[in-house]
């Protein structure tokens, strides 16, 4: 059965930084595509970013300039850097995974918090 595990979300204030990971286990080490997305309260469930096995990368237009997404294949790992965080960052950050290019996203984590707060 395959399972995605984040890691690394936390509590910092404006302008920090935080970097998160998801990790992926089970019979399928190499997926499509890997992405990000979040929920922040009251609101609905968006994309952050995500990327191909061969390094083509999306950002939802709130992120640009400050986060970095990456992966390494051999480990079927997705990272996510954040940078200069703001207070509308705050959400519960989902990592996901499509199998084909086609497909869509149907592997999805459990959630890790990011709260941007003074």
């Known amino acids: 059965q395959v399972q995605l595990v984040e890691s690394g979300g936390g509590l910092v204030q404006p302008g920090g930084s935080l970097k998160l990971s998801c990790a992926a286990s089970?019979?399928?080490?190499?997926?499509?595509?890997m992405g990000w997305y979040r929920q922040a309260p009251g609101k609905q469930r968006e994309l952050v970013a995500d990327?191909?096995?061969?390094?083509?990368?999306n950002y939802a237009d709130s992120v640009k300039g400050r986060f970095t997404i990456s992966r390494d294949n051999a480990k079927n790992a997705v990272y996510l850097q954040m940078n200069s965080l703001k207070p509308e960052d705050t959400a519960v950050y989902y990592c996901?995974?499509?199998?084909?290019?086609?497909?869509?996203?149907?592997?999805w984590g459990q959630g890790t918090q990011v709260t941007v707060s003074s």
């Open positions: 996901t995974a499509a199998e084909t290019r086609t497909a869509p996203y149907t592997y």
């Open positions: 089970g019979s399928i080490f190499s997926f499509y595509a």
């Open positions: 990327i191909t096995g061969g390094g083509r990368t």
